[in-house]
T-cell receptor, first 112, second 110 residues
């Protein structure tokens, strides 16, 4: 059983489009995260949600909006996609107190 | 702002040799430090987590040490195998977020 899953795995789209990436975890964790890994392989936190509430919002353009319908899901919606948004986006989850984060397989976004 | 540095950026060794991967961080006020493995095109797999009060953690052929006061951690992999080839990432946790290093890409030659 996949612990943290993301869909889609690959996403190719044109500049200016709006797209969403979905994330689900079946670990019963109360905190979920979105990370961006750029072409230089640097992983940076974008957002963190704890019990459906936003607790971290790093310096990310407001074209990016996370949505958490429940504790097991954290979706990432991106408006007006730009070339620089091309990257691999990872979702992760953890249970507050244990600190180990479990990562999804990633979504490779390519903006043409 | 926490900055995490990993040296070297890449490492190639013959099978059987021990691996030593280094990680340094600028702010010692951390909750824990975690080592991850990333295979090409895949997600991250947690290898070891060291709480700030601990000095080391071991799992099989892997041993990680933490010197919080000097802002350093070292990951040792004993008797390397070709299957150990991957990128190894170090991450430190302060408040609610992890700050990652750029990783060390390891190639173990058969």
């Amino acid at each position: 059983d996949t612990a943290v899953s993301q869909t889609p795995k690959y996403l190719v789209t044109q500049m200016g489009n709006d797209k969403s990436i979905k994330c689900e975890q079946n670990l019963g964790h109360d905190t979920m995260y979105w990370y961006k890994q750029d072409s230089k392989k640097f992983l940076k936190i974008m957002f963190s949600y704890n019990n459906k509430e936003l607790i971290i919002n790093e310096t990310v353009p407001n074209r990016f909006s996370p949505k958490s319908p429940d504790k097991a899901h954290l979706n990432l919606h991106i408006n007006s996609l730009e070339l620089g948004d091309s990257a691999v986006y990872f979702c992760a989850s953890s249970q507050e107190g244990t600190h180990t984060q479990y990562f999804g397989p990633g979504t490779r976004l390519t903006v043409l | 702002k926490q900055e995490v540095t990993q040296i070297p950026a890449a490492l190639s060794v013959p099978e059987g040799e021990n691996l030593v991967l280094n990680c340094s961080f600028t702010d010692s006020a951390i909750y824990n430090l975690q080592w991850f493995r990333q295979d090409p095109g895949k997600g991250l797999t947690s290898l070891l987590l060291i709480q700030s009060s601990q000095r080391e953690q071991t799992s099989g052929r892997l041993n990680a040490s933490l010197d919080k006061s000097s802002g350093r951690s070292t990951l040792y992999i004993a008797a390397s195998q070709p299957g150990d080839s991957a990128t190894y990432l170090c991450a430190v946790k302060d408040d609610y977020k992890l700050s990652f290093g750029a990783g060390t890409t390891v190639t173990v030659r058969a």
